[in-house]
């Protein structure tokens, strides 16, 4: 027979919830991020180790729960996990009000003897964790996103991975369109917000930052590109994928909707690269990252991070502190209501873009 650190979830016997002890569970949703191994691994270990809890891992986010694809997360399954991107327990873009809501929620923590939950995801995921803590039920959260767009944290985990990989990007791009003398467009991720655009474009000396806050004409980037090259430099533009020029009304998407109705992004580096080419007569190429920088391994930051807000969030539990999530204010680990930290999306302040784009060019 062999022990049960050795099976995967699905191949346990169903988890039997001891007397007097308490179970937590642990959802991750929404698109994944570097670091969230770490937060799971910092609860599970810190949670077992020291305070004698017991966990459930829910698979593949709010639909896991729905579903009841829960399975009893043992020490084994955190073991050396903090160095591994993605997330063990999976995700989804699952709506849990569109499958039976609060209620729904309410019979399966029930029925799977869950006495509380950690929702760790991003401003989409902790606003559903706060409609069901409304409602009644007893939820933390643990803020993620790559953009580094929630208001309520100074830093998610996943976006300095994020922008160590753009920057490393786009320092490649730069040797080869040096080699070429060609302008280099490089395409980040970044929705609503231009965090890793700004961030690897300062780091990896780009000519021209472009970023959803600020809309731009091309006229004004062809004026930039132009100067660069004109200084004998490869102009190296850095485009976060939420980028609007003054011309449109909307974010550029050819690739359709995602699962929970928004245009899925990328490409505005492709389109840009040709209205550039054809206006300053540089020869353009275009790179988009895309979900490279969403994978693999954390860097130290964010799995010091990650971890930290674990802690935190396990220690919210144990004080039964529900509608909270954890965030970092300067180098602390706090706890804010999950109200607070949903009323805005955290966007590049004027005056941070207007130092950088003073230098463009
Ligand atoms: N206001 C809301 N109420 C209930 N559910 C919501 C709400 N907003 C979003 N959701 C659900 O939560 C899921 C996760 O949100 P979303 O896809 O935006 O990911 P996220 O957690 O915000 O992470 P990401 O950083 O990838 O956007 C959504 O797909 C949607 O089904
Ligand atoms: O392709 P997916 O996984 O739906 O997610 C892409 C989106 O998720 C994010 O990485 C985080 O919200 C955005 O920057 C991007 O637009
Ligand atoms: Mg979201």
Known sequence: MPELSELTGSERAPYVHQDGSMAIGILTSGGDAPG???VIRAIVFSGIQTHGLEFLGIR????????????ELVRHDIMGISKQGGTILGTSRTNPF???GAERVREVMESTGMDALIAIGGEGTLAAANRLSDLGLPIVGVP???????????????????????TEAMDRLRTTGDSH????VAEVMGRHVGWIALHSGVAAGAHVILIPEKKTSIDQICDWVTKAHGRGRAP????????LLDSMTDVHNERGLDAFGRPRLGGIGEMLAPMIEDRTGIETR???????????????????LATRLGWGALQMVRERKWGFMVALKGTEIVD???????GSLKTVPDARYDEVSALFG
Do not use: S
């Not at 929630?150 to 998610?156: G, V």
């Not at 003398?181 to 280099?184: E, G, L």
């Open 336 to 342: 804010v209501p999950f109200a607070e930290a949903l």
């Open 181 to 184: 003398q060609r302008c280099m």
């Open 60 to 71: 593949n986010g709010w639909k896991g729960l729905v579903d009841q694809d829960v399975f």
């Open 286 to 304: 275009a790179t988009t990252l895309g979900h490279i920088q969403r994978g693999g391994t954390p860097t130290a930051f964010d799995r010091v």
């Open 144 to 166: 993620k996103t790559v953009d580094n767009d929630l208001d309520a944290t100074d830093y998610t985990f996943g976006f300095d991975t994020a922008v160590q990989i753009a």
């Open 236 to 243: 190296l533009v850095a485009v976060a994928e939420g980028f």
């Open 36 to 38: 969230l191994n770490a």
């Open 98 to 100: 569109e499958h039976g």
